[in-house]
């Protein structure tokens, strides 16, 4: 069965320090993997996209990797803040038309 | 300016009421999405229009029917609500197929009592 899988326990991470978020997925071929962000009470919002041809992209603080091989995208924020403390979601554009799955997010905490 | 805007942000009703959930996108993007997310968190597609044409019905209840009166509105109107349907439902927008990304409502919280 095809599933995205992404840390459901929250990760703790020292302010300053670099977080690392992990999403795998199973029986996808995604075109492209895109990372949101998701505060308490509020929709969902986007960070960055990545393509299936592409190795890395870079947003400011924001790295995303995506490894086709792996089935594997990691989401790096380098010197983390405490205002960087919310739910980041994967999610994966699994073909048809228009159509984006969301893995269930992994919380993060900064803390100061 | 919202982006994209819900109305209500609460929702209490009864079992076997009837109720609707009003979006709004300013954008100009094409295409809308009604997602429900769980008391788990997890986000689940239920239905995709292009430019007011149904592209995604995602093995939801039929007492759940969408309706696009413009591409820049997508409505829900759930009948005979049901405990189960208690949930946050959010509205997105995207151009075509969304590779710039999804812009989300703020969700609105629907609970049945």
């Known amino acids: 069965s095809q599933k995205i899988e992404q840390n459901s326990e929250a990760l703790n991470i020292q302010e300053g320090k670099t977080a690392t978020l992990t999403c795998n997925y199973t029986?996808?071929?995604?075109?492209?993997l895109q990372w949101y962000r998701q505060d308490p009470g509020r929709g969902p919002v986007f960070l960055l996209l990545i393509r299936e041809n592409e190795k890395e992209k870079r947003k400011e603080r924001l790295k995303v990797t995506f490894d086709t091989t792996l089935k594997q995208s990691l989401f790096h924020i380098t010197a983390s803040q405490p205002a960087d403390s919310a739910t980041y979601l994967c999610?994966?554009?699994?073909?048809?038309?228009?159509?984006?799955?969301f893995g269930i997010g992994t919380k993060l905490q900064v803390i100061p | 300016d919202t982006a994209v805007s819900q109305t209500p942000k609460y929702l209490v009703t009864q079992m076997g009421n009837d109720k609707s959930i009003k979006c709004e996108q300013n954008l100009g993007h094409d295409t809308m999405y009604w997602y429900k997310q769980d008391s788990k968190k997890f986000l689940k597609i239920m239905f995709s229009y292009n430019n007011k044409e149904l592209i995604i019905n995602e093995t939801v209840p039929n007492r759940f029917s969408p309706k696009s009166p413009d591409k820049a509105h997508l409505n829900l109107h759930i009948n005979s609500l049901e405990l189960g349907d208690s949930a946050v439902y959010f509205c997105a927008s995207s151009q075509g197929r969304g590779v710039y990304g999804y812009t989300f409502g703020s969700g609105t919280r629907l609970t049945v009592v």
């Open positions: 029986n996808y071929s995604p075109a492209y």
């Open positions: 999610a994966l554009d699994v073909g048809g038309y228009q159509k984006v799955t």
